[in-house]
């Protein structure tokens, strides 16, 4: 099972950008799934994005889609996401997480301990 460890968090204001970041450790961590959920104050946790393990397919959800973009560098055990024109609507807990494959790309199976990005308006 990967450990994961997100960083890149923060306060940004309407319209800017952050990179998150999520270290994973493991031997294996080309043959996982990854992605990021979110969760907002007083709401379940949400898909945000999902990448294959050789990073050749991507999913978004509807929301962030053309803004948000999820990539993953194997050699380096660590999967991003780059978040453009940043919404307060998009503040939360954002979380990396792992899924069993590719047909349950939107249910993780396990995540991280989350880092929190609070976009003001």
């Known amino acids: 099972q990967l450990q994961l ?6 306060l940004v204001q309407a319209g800017g950008s952050l990179r998150l970041s999520c270290a994973a450790s493991g031997r294996t961590f080309s043959s996982y799934v990854m992605g990021w959920g979110r969760q907002a104050p007083g709401k379940e946790r949400e898909f945000v994005a999902s990448i294959s393990g ?6 978004y959800a509807d929301s962030v889609k053309g803004r948000f973009s999820i990539s993953r560098d194997n050699d380096k055990n660590t999967v991003y996401l780059q978040m453009n024109s940043l919404k307060p609507e998009d503040t939360g807990g954002y979380y990396c997480a792992v899924s069993k494959d590719w ?5 993780f199976s396990s995540w991280g301990q989350g880092t929190q990005v609070t976009v003001s308006s």
Do not use: A, I, L, M
């Open 5 to 10: 460890v997100e960083s890149g968090g923060g």
């Open 54 to 59: 050789r990073g050749v397919s991507r999913d």
């Open 103 to 107: 047909r349950t790309r939107t249910d």
